[in-house]
């Protein structure tokens, strides 16, 4: 089955910065690739998704690349506020079946004032 | 539009004691999921119903059992619990392929 990694587990960054979480897939069928944010006590929410068929996509000040050949894909946050801090999934999801995702484990984002 | 709505919010059971958690959604979505949640583990699937009669296991069925009442609403019962079972239970809902999930806000379960 579909395995997916995510790092690092913690990243504090200044608020400002940017701020780049990673994951890696391991099934090559998978061609739908979410993101969520969790704020503390509260849902996960997707907040951006990428498919197999495009390299990148923005939406205002958050990015998601996807390189296929390396079976990578990242979430890029620029001009960071306190209001990101969240633990962001990303997830991995095959083409075919029941097309349920694979998660990462989260990533901890605290943006400091 | 609520979109996926869960109750309880939150439950303390005895160990032993049996509970439903409810989920209704108003997407007209197909498939419907039931996750857990654990610090440091992620989301965990328990079980999925992808289309309206329709059931299967995920990663961690184990003392659980579901139910596909109708299009809109899924069903997650503990029968015996277990402290185990201390988690945040969330239901989502799902479009189709290719497309992101809806969560519910959640139940925080906690089993002495």
């Known amino acids: 089955g579909e395995n997916v990694e995510q790092h690092p587990s913690t990243l504090s960054v200044q608020e400002g910065d940017s701020a780049v979480i990673k994951c890696t897939y391991s099934?090559?069928?998978?061609?739908?690739f979410p993101w969520y944010k969790q704020e503390l006590g509260k849902r996960p929410q997707l907040i951006i998704d990428i498919r197999s068929n495009v390299g990148e996509k923005k939406d205002q000040r958050i990015a998601v690349t996807l390189n296929k050949t390396a079976k990578h894909f990242s979430l890029h946050i620029t001009e960071t506020q306190p209001e990101d801090s969240a633990v962001y999934f990303c997830?991995?999801?095959?083409?075919?079946?029941?097309?349920?995702?694979?998660f990462g484990r989260g990533t901890s984002l605290i943006v400091h004032p | 539009n609520a979109g996926v709505t869960q109750t309880p919010k939150f439950q303390v059971l005895k160990t032993g004691q049996s509970m439903t958690l409810q989920c209704a959604q108003d997407?007209?979505?197909?498939?419907m999921y039931w996750y857990r949640q654990d610090p440091g583990m992620g989301l965990r699937l328990i079980y999925y119903?992808?289309?309206?009669?329709?059931?299967d296991k995920g990663e961690v069925p184990n003392g659980y059992n579901v139910s596909r009442l109708n299009k809109r609403e899924f069903s997650l019962r503990l029968e015996s619990a277990a402290p185990s079972q201390t988690s945040v239970y969330f239901c989502a809902a799902q479009g189709g392929m290719d497309y992101g999930y809806t969560f519910g806000s959640g139940t925080r379960l906690t089993v002495v």
């Open positions: 997407m007209n979505h197909n498939s």
């Open positions: 997830a991995a999801s095959p083409s075919g079946g029941s097309y349920i995702p694979t």
């Open positions: 099934d090559s069928a998978s061609n739908y």
């Open positions: 119903s992808a289309s309206e009669g329709t059931t």
